[in-house]
């Protein structure tokens, strides 16, 4: 199965400053690479993900960097807002003949001050 | 419409109660999801749908039974819950091919007393 880790557990940084969470997988054969946020009390919404045929996608400030070699992922979040804390969860799924089971990480604990 | 609903949003029940859980899509999506999230912790994968099909269990005790009556109904039926059950349970869809977007719902916060 997939193993996933992610770091920092927890990264406070300053309204207009940059933050970079990275995860790294164990399975190979993994081809998506997902980002969820889930602000309090509310539900996980995929907010950027990726696949194996690319090494970067970028959505106005929100980034996804992939190394297939290393097997890990980044987010990427630039010029960070109050509205950026949340939690963020990196999700790989597990290979399976159908339905993606998702393996989340720990999470990382966004904080952003203003 | 990209809305998965769970119904309740609050529940309480007793040790000795039997409650479900409904969780409803309109996106044709074909795999339906259960997960519990204990406070400060990632989503756990209880139950996996296939098709209507029940494809994956995590070895999840048999106080919760799963039921897929359509492809855009899924309940969680719970009977005889533990304290330790109270958590957030999410439900969510995708169209379950690798590499698609797993929509969830707000969940149900549940609270065994």
């Known amino acids: 199965g997939e193993n996933v880790e992610q770091h920092p557990s927890t990264l406070s940084v300053q309204e207009g400053d940059s933050a970079v969470i990275k995860c790294t997988y164990s399975?190979?054969?993994?081809?998506?690479f997902p980002w969820y946020k889930q602000e309090l009390g509310k539900r996980p919404q995929l907010i950027i993900d990726?696949?194996?045929?690319?090494g970067e996608k970028k959505d106005q400030r929100i980034a996804v960097t992939l190394n297939k070699t290393a097997k890990h992922f980044s987010l990427h979040i630039t010029e960070t807002q109050p509205e950026d804390s949340a939690v963020y969860f990196c999700?790989?799924?597990?290979?399976?003949?159908?339905?993606?089971?998702?393996?989340f990480g720990a999470g990382t604990i966004l904080r952003v001050k203003s | 419409d990209t809305e998965v609903t769970q119904t309740p949003k609050h529940l309480v029940m007793g040790m000795t109660n039997k409650k479900s859980l409904k969780c409803e899509q309109h996106m044709g999506h074909r795999a339906m999801y259960w997960y519990k999230q204990k406070a400060k912790k990632p989503p756990e994968l209880m139950f996996v749908y296939s098709y209507e099909k029940l494809s994956i269990n995590e070895s999840v005790p048999s106080r919760f039974s799963p039921e897929c009556p359509n492809s855009s109904l899924l309940n969680l039926h719970l009977h005889a819950l533990q304290p330790e059950d109270s958590a957030l349970y999410l439900c969510?869809?995708?169209?379950?091919?690798?590499?698609?977007?797993?929509?969830f719902g707000q969940g149900t916060r549940l609270t065994v007393v």
């Open positions: 990726i696949r194996s045929n690319v």
């Open positions: 399975d190979s054969a993994s081809n998506y």
């Open positions: 969510a869809s995708s169209q379950g091919t690798v590499g698609t977007e797993a929509f």
């Open positions: 999700a790989p799924p597990e290979i399976m003949e159908y339905g993606n089971k998702l393996v």
